[in-house]
């Protein structure tokens, strides 16, 4: 099965993805942290994506669809995959479609932009690894450090509240139409995301 997260920043698809990955069996594909991870070796790529993660931009929409073909083709995608992240435009999704790459079902994670911004503000990722840890929901077991790799938590570039503003200005104008993709093509499923982490994992599993 072939699942995509949809979601605004902070609505928790990258928490939920990796879980639901694990458990089925699937790859998880997460744009965001696969940018990250190249930013962080400087490789060209990442450098040429570094300015578009910083200030919360969309990375073009060329760069992430080749790297989005190239994951998938992976050994570990074969029993399925799980999307976070991407695609994030319209002309994303239709490019997935071009492939072959059929989706079987978008699910949409709602959460309200003031209760997304509050978790951003919150939420601390690991630079090493890309952890991501919330005081509340998920602390990690020693104040500061990755429960993964014991490096310091850092707060993202993007997180930065300004960020998270612009950020949401893009999830509406290029991400939210989307929704009505999936939904023209009867692959729409919503789910209340602001259930605690546990229960909406339970209603994913219900529903793919
Ligand atoms: P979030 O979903 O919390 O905003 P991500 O980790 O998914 O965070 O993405 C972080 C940043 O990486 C985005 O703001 C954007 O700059 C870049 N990015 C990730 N996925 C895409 C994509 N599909 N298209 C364009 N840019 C992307
Ligand atoms: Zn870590």
């Known amino acids: 099965m072939k699942i995509v997260l949809l979601g605004p920043p902070g609505s928790g698809k990258g928490t939920q993805a990796a879980v639901l990955a694990k458990d089925l069996g699937y790859a998880h594909i997460s744009t965001g942290e696969i940018l990250r991870e190249e ?35 992976k050994e570990d995608c074969k029993n399925g995959f799980i999307l976070d992240g991407f695609p994030r435009t319209i002309p994303q999704a239709e490019a997935l479609e071009k ?75 290029k991400t939210a139409p989307l929704l009505d993709f999936y939904k023209k093509s009867k692959r729409l499923f919503s789910l209340d995301g602001h259930l605690n982490p546990e229960k909406v994992l339970t209603n994913l599993k219900n529903l793919v």
Request: glycine share 6%; hydrophobic share 30%.
């Open 99 to 173: 492939e072959g790459i059929t989706i079987d079902k978008a699910v949409s994670l709602e959460v309200t932009e003031e209760e997304c911004v509050r978790r951003l503000g919150d939420r601390k990722s690991c630079p090493q690894c890309g952890a991501v840890y919330n005081p509340v929901t998920r602390p990690p077991k020693n104040e500061g450090i990755c429960d993964q790799c014991s490096s310091a938590l850092i707060q993202r570039e993007d997180d930065k509240a300004q960020t998270i503003r612009e950020r949401f200005r893009v999830y509406s104008q």
């Open 39 to 73: 930013i962080r070796k400087n490789s060209p790529l990442g450098l040429q994506a570094q300015e578009f993660v910083k200030s919360g931009k969309l990375v073009p929409d060329g760069v992430v669809i080749s790297i989005v073909k190239e994951r998938t083709k």
